[in-house]
């Protein structure tokens, strides 16, 4: 309350990484309040995070762990970030993030063939990146639901019991593709116009979408 005997409401507002403060006044408590409510459901609110990329913040809370960890546990989150979360969330801007989008992107990497102990850590960073945003009132809640998307051990081997798994050429068989890529018609030509790319493919290992990049 003030001396003049109105009553004051106060709202921080975050415009990027820079807070503003502002008032709303009334001669009743209420009444402050509820200017101060209806300022907060308005369009011209400043939206919290607007325009902080989940990669920029990430480097932010990244700065805030490295004096409190050793070299080597930083070393492995700040892997875990810059090629992992980056790749898959790093463009999003942080507040306009939702469970979908963690649900979507949890799944992705571990469709990838993660290890359970890596699935948690990619999980935890992610958790904890968000739990700092809202701390620094970044945003005004996490996306993500632990019961909902903390890995879990036996669903995870769960799910790669029922995908098929690969089978790897014997050698017999790696001579009889090799044979048929460069295999000829009588007159002398060749049948596979992409011969060299199948050899090559073999050779390295590259995907289809890879190898389609590199022609």
């Known amino acids: 309350k003030r001396k003049d005997g109105r009553w004051t409401a106060e709202v921080k507002i975050k415009s990027g990484f820079d ?27 400043v939206k919290v995070s607007e325009g902080i990329l989940l990669s920029t913040y990430a480097e932010k809370w990244l700065e805030s ?17 810059h090629n992992h979360i980056n790749r898959l969330l790093g463009d999003y801007e942080i507040g306009k993030i939702d469970n979908f989008d963690i649900s979507k992107a949890i799944s992705s990497y571990q469709a990838e063939g993660k290890s359970f102990s890596s699935v948690i ?23 993500i639901i632990e019961d909902d998307h903390r890995p879990n051990r036996n669903k995870l081997e769960a799910e790669r019991e029922t995908k098929p798994k690969e089978r790897i050429f014997t050698k017999e068989e790696l001579e ?32 289809v979408g890879e190898m389609l990049a590199l022609t």
């Open 121 to 143: 850590k990619f999980y935890g960073c992610l958790n904890s990146i968000f739990k700092h945003a809202v701390q620094t009132e970044t945003i005004r809640k996490s996306p």
């Open 65 to 81: 762990k490295r004096n409190n960890l050793k070299p080597t546990s930083f070393d492995r989150i700040e892997i875990v970030v």
């Open 19 to 45: 807070v503003k403060r502002k008032y709303f006044y009334g001669k009743q408590k209420g009444e402050a309040v509820l200017k101060m409510n209806d300022f907060l459901q308005s369009p011209e609110i």
């Open 176 to 207: 009889r593709f090799k044979d048929t890529c460069f295999s000829q018609f009588k007159n002398g030509n060749y049948k596979y116009s992409s011969r060299w790319a199948f050899q090559f493919m073999l050779n390295t290992g590259v995907r």
